[in-house]
């Protein structure tokens, strides 16, 4: 009979086979370790571009559309230089000092060689008015001819300016942006000159017409806008005339 062979002896395991079976497995190579954290790196990066790809589709076209600074003269510095060019005649007039006073046909001729017969002027006469002076300028936005005037009474006065439109003057929608300055709209800005007790503030009223930007500045808002009116009136009667003897 065989011997069961559970029976049969063993062999003793060798001294490097226990050392072998019980020692720690062995740590990550550097190589190992580089690549684990080149994957993280990718992982980062590769989200990093998708959250911003989101924030450029959202809030791209909001970034794109921003207004940049406007380059132009708005009605408001426009203004404020013609009240500016204007305070010393207007002081003269109101201290009494001696100033020139200009007929109708001086006035006209004078202001028409500046602005080349560019603009339609109402008869001063009609308007109980009388001009003081008339000089050529350069204003924000352009150049041409400032005039003072003054109530044939010696009363209320007003300044008339003419600049070439340079396509430098601008406005804002009701949206806040910047718009190139409406052919024949109409803005009233306040001069913000305090005229002593009880006055009212004067107004600069400004509109543009056939190639020029006209700045009508008065002390009394009445005779700012009965100006304004007698030069468009007179504007449109020189168009009629114009398209009758074309006819």
């Keep these: 009979m065989t011997r069961d062979e559970s029976e049969l002896p063993q062999p003793e395991p060798t001294e490097g086979a226990s050392l072998e079976a019980s020692a720690p497995a062995p740590a990550p190579t550097p190589a190992i370790r580089a690549r684990k954290e080149t994957s993280g790196s990718a992982i980062a990066a590769t989200v990093a571009l998708v959250l911003f790809s989101v924030f450029i589709g959202v809030f791209g076209p909001?970034?794109?559309?921003?207004?940049?600074?406007?380059s132009g003269v708005t009605l408001i510095e426009f203004a404020e230089a013609v009240v500016s060019r204007t305070q010393q005649g207007f002081i003269d007039l109101d201290m009494g000092n001696a100033v020139s006073r200009m007929t109708e046909e001086e006035f006209a001729l004078k202001l028409d060689r500046i602005t080349e017969y560019g603009v339609a002027l109402p008869s001063l006469a009609k308007l109980r008015l009388e001009a003081t002076s008339v000089q050529r300028v350069r204003l924000p936005g352009g150049s041409g001819g400032l005039a003072i005037l003054r109530r044939d009474d010696g009363g209320a006065v007003a300044a008339l300016a003419v600049v070439l439109d340079e396509d430098r003057f601008l406005v804002y929608d009701?949206?806040?942006?910047?718009?190139?300055?409406?052919?024949?709209?109409?803005?009233?800005?306040?001069?913000?000159?305090?005229?002593?007790?009880?006055?009212?503030?004067g107004t600069v009223e400004v509109y543009r017409e056939g190639g020029f930007v006209i700045a009508v500045y008065a002390r009394k808002h009445e005779l700012a806008r009965e100006l304004v009116g007698a030069l468009r009136l007179a504007e449109v009667e020189r168009a009629v005339r114009r398209t009758a003897n074309d006819s």
């Design 62 to 70: 909001r970034i794109g559309n921003r207004q940049q600074s406007p």
């Design 174 to 201: 009701r949206y806040g942006r910047p718009i190139p300055l409406p052919e024949g709209e109409q803005f009233a800005i306040g001069d913000g000159v305090g005229h002593g007790a009880g006055a009212t503030q």
